[in-house]
Structure formats: structure tokens, C-alpha cells
């Protein structure tokens, strides 16, 4: 008797690329070359790349005919009316500048709305998110719930906002030093975990109270509506892209890198309500990006992006998406091993600490056991720990709670046998962990470290 009815892929493959598997003498040669970091392995060096999901998806056959459609026009692309009218759509914002990816949006939104001395109030740091809020003068302060930091606490929404410390923060700064709240959906760093539709309305109703501002980073939205509709009996009954809306619809505008949720290889935007700083942005964007109807992408990148909204926004899509990466998430906890639970959207964590109780934060856990993965079968993973979090203004290290490698799924790339490759070098990690020793860092680049900094062995 059938018992169980399993969700599988809904499309199949039509073109393929071919992996190489490497020795593990040839994998020890390129990790001392990288520096002990996996952002400098050269790609052929990787069997399996889960150091990110972004950039990384793989495009269906309906965005590569888009591609060949693209209208190169320098200026009014017909391209970008077609990303205007899907993010209007399935975003609800009334204007749009497009970007060569996030960072180029989030630099356009610092630079615009905060001034020296300000304060950025925000669900969990991201990188680069931060560091374009300081670099415009301002101060990041995280008001995410404490459990978001405790990678074993089991709660359906860890991405929400903690409204006390949001309250105290405007207590305390004043509501005319804070330009805007900063809200990521769903909330990278704390292990790819969604925040609820109840706290969003209320950040919107508290801030409002006191003017002001919300903007999403809705780079993984989509992800984040996916939760509330599996999550919160509210709205079980919605679709995704009637969540999605209601959750902009809490906020006055959003960044955005396309490439995670939106299925493109490049390609970003800031959308939002408010003209005064849309014409504040589509003016300052032909500074850094290019004309505010290109933003830094050519007209075939626009139009990829533009079907990869309304392929994104399907449910069936996003079944196998998070359900691919639940499955790699269950089979680890079935093996015991620490990962941050519940599993997030995009990316299983793996808790480095519990790997490595040996090891002082500064001998940088999480790094290290990138490396042991990288060495055990050529899984390609990355550090989210003390190493991605970097400095304070004073020069000391933040020191994060949470010490984490991910493991990130690419969409529409990886089959079920990768994944059990994928858990089976896990686990003999796991097995090795008692004798492992950690790194020294030997580079520190200035800005975002994390993406260049090199390392030796202890
Ligand atoms: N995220 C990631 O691997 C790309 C490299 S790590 C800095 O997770 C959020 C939530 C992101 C993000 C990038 C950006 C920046 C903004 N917000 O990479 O500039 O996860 O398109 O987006 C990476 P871009």
C-alpha cells in the first residue's frame, strides 16, 4: 500500500555540465594555494559547489529565449518595462531602478537616506548590507529575537523582529536619527530563517507611529512567503504571490539581488512607493550603475530577470526548492549532526562550535571546517561566523554567537544523489572531527574580509 506520496522536480533537465572530481593530494595543493579560504578555490578545483546560491541557479528554456530578446537599446529598453510591470505586479512597488545586483541597490538606498550619526535598526546583520550602512555614516543595531542567535532553538519564525528592542532603540536614538528599519525576508544569517506576517505588520504599525521608514531586503522574499504560508494558520490559505504582496505592502520599498529568488545569473534592483527618493536613486544610479533603465545589466539580463519573477513565485517550484534543501537538513539531523534548526530556505548550517569545541572563536571553527569538507570530497561551502562578521569601527572583532558553515543550494541544479554525496562528506567530517586543529588568519583585507582573506593551518 502507497503510504506516502513524495513532490519531485517539476521539470527535467535538457542541458547538462560536466563536474570534475579531484584527489585528495590535488584538493590539499589548491586549498594551501586558496589560503584555507573556498572563495579563492578556482571553480574547476570544486565537485560540488554549495558556497552559494547566488548567481548560481540554473535558467530554464523560457529565460534563455528571453535572453535572445533582449532589446540593447542604451536607453528605454522595451526589456525594462517588463521588469517594471513584474515587480509592480508581484512586488507592488510603483517605481523601479534596476541595479547590476543588491549591493548596487543597497549602496544606491544608504547613500540616499542615511546621514552620518544615524542608526539602522535591522533583523540580524547581512554583509553587505552593513557595510554599505556604515560606509554611508550610519550604525547597524540588531533587533532580531535572541532565540534568531541559538541555532538550537526550534521556533517557525526566528527571522522576527524583537518589537521591545526596536521601541528601546527609538527610545533611545530618537525616531529622527533612524531613516529607515532594515528588514531581511528571510534573514541569511541567522540560517536562512523567515520572519512571521504578524511581526511585519507590526514593525509597520510601531514605525509608523513614529515616521518611520521600512524596507525589505527581499532578496529571498519569496523564500520567506513560502514559510508564512506553511507556518502561520493566517494565511494557509493564501497563495504565495498573495503573500508576497502583503508582506511589500508593510514596507515603502525594497533592495533586491535577483540572483537568488529571481533565477538569474546577474542582476539586481531598489524598488519603492516614496518619488522623492526615486528620483533621488534614478538620478544618482547613472553615477555608479549606468541609466536608470539598465542600471549596470543588458537588456537580455532585464528580461531574464523579468520571467524569472513569475517563475520563482510558483508554488510547485518552491516545494522543491526548500524541499530539496529539508532533505539534506532531516538527513543530518538523522545522523546526529549540529545543524541550525528549523532548516532555513536556502542553505543548511552547520553549527562549527558543536564541530569543534577544541577550537577558540579566533581559531576560526568555521573556516576550518570549510576547509575539512572542501578536503574530504571537494564540497565547496562557506564561512558565516567570525570570519564574515569582520571588525567594529574600533578595530575589534565582532565576536557572533553564532560560528556556521553553509551549505547553499544553488535552485534547479543539484540532484538527490549530489545531496547524498553531499551528507555522506558531512558526516565523515563529522566522524574526524576529535583531532582536527584550526587556522591562524595571515590577510585581513579592509572591507567584507571574509571574501579574501587568507589563512594557514595551526
Ligand atoms: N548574498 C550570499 O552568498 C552573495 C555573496 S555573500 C556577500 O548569500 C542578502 C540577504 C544577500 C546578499 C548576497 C545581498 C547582496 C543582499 N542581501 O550579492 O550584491 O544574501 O547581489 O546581494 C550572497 P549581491
Known amino acids: 500500500m502507497v503510504t506516502k506520496r513524495s513532490w519531485a522536480e517539476p521539470f527535467k533537465i535538457k542541458m547538462v555540465e560536466p563536474l570534475r572530481m579531484t584527489t585528495r593530494e590535488e584538493r590539499e595543493k589548491a586549498l594551501v594555494e586558496a589560503g584555507f579560504n573556498t572563495f579563492l578555490l578556482r571553480s574547476d578545483d570544486v565537485y560540488i559547489d554549495l558556497l552559494t546560491d547566488s548567481g548560481t541557479s540554473a535558467m530554464s528554456d523560457s529565460q534563455w529565449a528571453g535572453m535572445m530578446l533582449g532589446d540593447e537599446a542604451y536607453a528605454g529598453s522595451r526589456n525594462f518595462f517588463n521588469l517594471e510591470a513584474a515587480v509592480q ?77 526596536l521601541e528601546a532603540v527609538i527610545t533611545r536614538v530618537g525616531a529622527k536619527k533612524i531613516p529607515y528599519v532594515s528588514i531581511a525576508a528571510t534573514v541569511n544569517m541567522a540560517g536562512g530563517q523567515p520572519i512571521s506576517m504578524a511581526n511585519l505588520k507590526a514593525v509597520r504599525e510601531l514605525t509608523q507611529r513614529h515616521g518611520i521608514r521600512v524596507f525589505l531586503d527581499a532578496t529571498r522574499a519569496m523564500e520567506n512567503a513560502w514559510f508564512i504560508q506553511q507556518r502561520e494558520a493566517s494565511h494557509a490559505n493564501k497563495s504565495m504571490a498573495e503573500i508576497l504582496l502583503e508582506m511589500c505592502s508593510y514596507s515603502d520599498g525594497c533592495t533586491m539581488s535577483g540572483k537568488k529568488d529571481l533565477l538569474v545569473n546577474i542582476g539586481g534592483f531598489l524598488a519603492l512607493n516614496d518619488w522623492d527618493v526615486f528620483e533621488e536613486a534614478r538620478n544618482l544610479v547613472v553615477l555608479f550603475e549606468g541609466l536608470h533603465t539598465y542600471g549596470g545589466l543588458a537588456g537580455r539580463d532585464l528580461e531574464a530577470m523579468a520571467r524569472g519573477i513569475s517563475e520563482a513565485i510558483r508554488e510547485d517550484h518552491m516545494r522543491a526548492r526548500i ?110 572531527r576529535a583531532s582536527v586543529r584550526g587556522l591562524e588568519m595571515i590577510y585581513e583585507p ?4 571574509f571574501f579574501q582573506a587568507r589563512f594557514k593551518r595551526l
Not at 391 to 418: I, W
Request: aromatic share 8%.
Open 323 to 432: 524541499g530539496q534543501v529539508e532533505y539534506v537538513g532531516d538527513r543530518l539531523i538523522e545522523l546526529g549532526i549540529p545543524v541550525v534548526r528549523p532548516i532555513g530556505g536556502h542553505a543548511v548550517f552547520l553549527d562549527a562550535r558543536a564541530f569543534y569545541p577544541q577550537l577558540e572563536q579566533l581559531q576560526f571553527p568555521a573556516q576550518t571546517l570549510a576547509a575539512e569538507l572542501y578536503l574530504d570530497s571537494g564540497l565547496r561551502t562557506m564561512e558565516r561566523g567570525v570570519v564574515s562578521a569582520g571588525r567594529d569601527k574600533d578595530g575589534h572583532n565582532h565576536l557572533p554567537k553564532l560560528e556556521l558553515v553553509r551549505l547553499t543550494f544553488p535552485r534547479r541544479v543539484y540532484t538527490q544523489a549530489h545531496c547524498d554525496v553531499t551528507v555522506e562528506s558531512v558526516q565523515a567530517v563529522w566522524e574526524n
Open 89 to 165: 505586479k508581484h512586488y507592488g512597488y510603483k517605481h523601479l531602478v534596476p541595479t547590476h545586483q543588491g549591493r548596487g541597490a543597497e549602496h544606491l538606498l544608504s547613500s540616499i537616506l542615511i546621514k552620518p550619526g544615524d542608526v539602522v535598526p535591522g533583523n540580524m546583520y547581512f554583509t553587505t548590507t552593513r557595510a554599505h550602512q556604515e560606509r554611508a555614516g550610519g550604525a547597524f543595531v540588531d533587533i532580531i529575537i535572541d532565540q534568531a542567535h541559538d541555532p538550537s532553538a526550534l521556533l517557525p519564525f526566528k527571522g522576527n523582529v524583537d518589537l521591545a528592542k
Open 446 to 449: 579592509k572591507h567584507l574580509r
